[in-house]
């Protein structure tokens, strides 16, 4: 079932103001990376997540899809246009606030795990809170409740290393979680994982949803961008099609 | 990110590639154990002459002859001291006693059966015995045929040389001169008043008549014994009067000493406050000469700290990336790298310490002195390390804080 369907249309959204309890909003957002030839990866994007939604970003490879994730996880900022994530626009952000940003604010889960290699599971889930100037003991308290919720309770003092791929992303999706973020963003969680491991993880973001916590995911399966509410579908550096599910 | 954090995560990676932090911090370790090896022998043997001349009286005034250049060492074989220099000088203010001394080559010594080697005897006055205690006997009688032996000396002869025996001198020509051991003295402490380096074998004889060196005083216009060296004693009260007197008198040409003294000598006049301070010089050139090669090696370590960081920050790209992405600031970067580098230097300081002691142990024992601890420059080599560590590490880690996450992350 295929609703609101251009970008005008999404922007409008956006720029009428709908009520404040938008986590996300995107205006006009264009990025563009200056090398040998000047590659615009996203192009006038606005894009709203309202608290609470759970939202699939779909597209071909090199469509912008990371690109997108990044700009609001505070990783990059966009060349024009402006990111905002709970009312700030993260471009006023100074280097240590986009840093905070990232740590507290945002939770993100990677395609290729990103776990610190020399850490353990419980060590890697507390990282952000390290960061965060949390003590040790809620670190480790909080790290200990997370690997639980995700299963892992019994392998908190595994390197990554002695860890399957999933049992790796779910660790990943507990240090995502750790600060309470407002948001998680997910680029292509299931990217590195079999089917079934896969489906595992997808039930982990299904919980989360239902738990309340708004969500950013991007794949290139159908089968997996159909457990959102909602497809964003992006080519070319553009969204082509907003599809409510 | 608090301080215990950034330190146990900076053991962590350091602790990964053990063989890696040994080599690089080798550098460090070699400079600073070369400063500490050095700084516990100048210390030790600074202590140990000190100490040596410290025994003996502050009051004398040594007058020997010696090269002109700068730190021209004394040269003990240039005889330029006539009998007229020596009433002169007896009759200065403030002056107790005027002491010759001299050097006669001779080849052997014999008693009763026994013959000795020896290549040198002292020639001297029986007023240099004036303080000195004998174990044995009295002092020899200027212009007899006696001797007095220091207790070593005596010891040389089986059965110890005692007041009364009997002794022959062999002199170099081959002439053969018979003399009574006079008394035995006890060389050790400041009683004679000679450098006190008196732990050795000493045969004293009466430069009157052994003493056969002899020259046309240039005042007085007659043949004169001369001798190289002279102590003059002087009230204790005003030593340094008379020091400045004595050393006017025989630097002026009113003294033969100086009309004597070969060109390129000028004579000298030292108390043994003067020796200290020249050895305390001697041993500060040489830290600082040590010290100049340290800081090679230091250069040299901190390089090699700098180079692993940056292969280090390279490796650990994405790491960084990681971090900054789940929160990390600028500084927490920066500070981790940082402390890395900082704890290298600190390592080679820890393990230089010990080493470079252990260096100034060997040394002092070849050197057959006591060993003293500098401890102050141990303080100076561990903020030395962790300074070379900091300043090694500051470039990496900026290197490293700076690292942008979209690129870390994309890195493989
Ligand atoms: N740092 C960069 N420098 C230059 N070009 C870049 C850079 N990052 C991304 N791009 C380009 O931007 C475009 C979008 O990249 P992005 O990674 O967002 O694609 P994607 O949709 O995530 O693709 P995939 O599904 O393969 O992950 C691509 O054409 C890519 O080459
Ligand atoms: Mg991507």
Known sequence: MTEGTDEAGVASAAVDGEPSDDVVVCSDVTKTYDGARTVVALEDVSLSLSSGSYTAVMGPSGSGKSTLLNLVGGLDTPTAGTVAVDGRDLATLSEAQRARHRGETVGFVFQTFNLMPRLTAAENVALPLVFLGRDRKERGTRAEELLADVGLADRADHLPAELSGGQRQRVAIARALVADPALLLADEPTGNVDTGTGDRIMAEFDTLHEAGNTVLLVTHERRIAERAERIVHVRDGRVREVESV | MDASETLRL?????????????????????????????????????????????????????????AEEEGGFPDAGQPVFTEYDLEQLRAVAGVERVVPRGIVQVTALTAGEETVARNRVTVTEASAFEAATFADGRAFRDGRQEAVLNCPAAALFAGNLSAGDRLTVTLQSGERENV???????????????????????????????????????TVGVNQR??????????????TAVQDRVEGYVTSERSDAARLRPAGYEIRARTNADLVDRIERVVERLTRFVTGIAVIALVVGAVGIANIMLVSVTERTREIGIMKAVGARN???????????????????????????????????????????????????????????????????????RVDPIEALRYE
């Not at chain 2, 890696?20 to 700084?39: D, E, H, K, Q, S």
């Open chain 2, 180 to 218: 009574t051991v006079a008394g035995v003295v006890d060389g050790t402490g400041g009683q004679l008043p000679f450098s006190a380096f008196s732990d050795r074998p000493r045969v004293f004889l009466p430069a009157d008549p052994f003493s056969r060196t002899v020259v046309e005083s240039p």
């Open chain 2, 226 to 239: 001369v001798c190289p060296q002279v102590t003059v004693v002087a009230d204790p009260s005003q030593t």
């Open chain 2, 10 to 66: 900076s053991v962590r990676s350091l602790r990964a590639h053990k063989l890696r932090a040994t080599l690089t911090v080798l550098g460090v370790v070699i400079g600073i154990a070369a400063v500490v090896t050095f700084a516990t022998f100048g210390a030790s043997l600074e202590a140990d002459v000190v100490s040596e001349i410290e025994g003996s009286s502050a009051n004398e005034i040594y007058l020997v002859p010696a």
């Open chain 2, 331 to 401: 500084r927490d970067v920066m500070g981790l790298f940082l402390v890395e580098a900082v704890l290298l230097g600190a390592l080679g300081a820890l393990v230089g310490v010990p080493l470079g002691v252990a260096g100034g142990w060997v040394a002092t024992r070849y050197a057959e002195i006591g060993l003293v601890l500098a401890p102050g420059w141990f303080a100076v080599a561990v903020v030395v390390g962790v300074g070379v560590g900091a300043v090694a590490g500051l470039y990496p880690a900026w290197r490293a804080a």
